[in-house]
């Protein structure tokens, strides 16, 4: 079948979910999302935002009520369409044992190497990739153990962005993420968010200070929103 290019709205409608024989984390949650839309949840911990992007991800689908991205429900589509679609950087970034460039080619087989270095380029990681010895054949090690979780997170950066996706999600490391790696993800999210239908999770709110919507999280549920002058 030929599923269509991502336009790129999105809308949770009346989505609840719980994690298997867990509490109900959401209820009948509801988010519309415009097409190039950068929202940026923020909220106490355990408030429920990677719960959110993890459904938008698609690892787990909703209990009840559905996800519409350009207004089809993507449980009808087939599951390779929207990781075709999405780049994502998790909370706990996963790699594979391999280089560096293994990692990031693994978000688009077909990347050539000028490919890997613009990526890492526009994520601001070409620097602190070339500072090591073997630069892009640096081993990671297995589950990408050698790598702080910071720069595990910029890998994961440009294997989302290699493949330039419609849809992105940053769910930013709490922690044992240095500072310098923080601001390294702050600067380079503006040249990335442009253009993507975004959700960022930070923990600094000069990070998310052009989200085009904040959204407040506490206990599932979006308790305010604005931007960032307004809240
Ligand atoms: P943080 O800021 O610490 O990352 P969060 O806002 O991302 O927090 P979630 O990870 O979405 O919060 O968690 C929301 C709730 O779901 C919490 O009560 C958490 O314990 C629970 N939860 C999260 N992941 C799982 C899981 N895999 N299985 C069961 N419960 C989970
Ligand atoms: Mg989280």
């Known amino acids: 079948e030929n599923w269509p290019n991502i336009i790129g709205s999105v809308e949770f409608k ?48 909703p209990s009840r009520g559905e996800i ?16 075709e679609n999405l780049g994502y950087v998790l909370q706990s970034p996963h790699l594979f044992s391999g280089t560096i460039r293994e990692n990031i080619r693994y978000g688009d087989l077909n990347a050539t190497d000028e490919d890997i270095i ?20 640096t081993e990671v090690g297995e589950g990408g153990g050698l790598l702080s979780t910071g720069q595990k997170q910029l890998i994961s950066f440009a294997r989302a962005i290699v493949r330039n996706p419609r849809l992105f999600v940053l769910d930013e490391a709490t922690s044992s993420i240095d500072t310098e790696t923080e601001r390294i993800i702050q600067d380079a999210i503006q040249n990335v968010l442009n253009g993507r239908t975004s959700f960022v999770i930070a ?25 960032h002058d307004e809240l």
């Open 203 to 227: 923990h600094r709110l000069s990070t998310i200070r052009n989200a085009n919507r904040i959204l407040v999280i506490g206990d599932g549920k979006i308790i305010e929103s604005g931007t």
């Open 14 to 61: 009346n989505v609840s979910f719980s994690y298997k024989n867990g509490d109900t984390i959401l209820e009948n949650f509801n988010l519309q999302i415009n097409p190039g839309e950068t929202i940026a949840l923020v909220g106490e911990t355990g408030a429920g935002k990677s719960t959110i992007v993890n459904l938008f991800c698609r690892f787990y689908e």
């Open 118 to 137: 613009k990526a890492c380029k526009l994520v601001d990681a070409h620097e602190f990739i070339m500072s090591m010895e073997k630069g892009y054949d």
């Open 68 to 83: 519409l991205i350009d207004g089809i429900n993507y449980k009808n589509m087939p599951q390779n369409w929207i990781h």
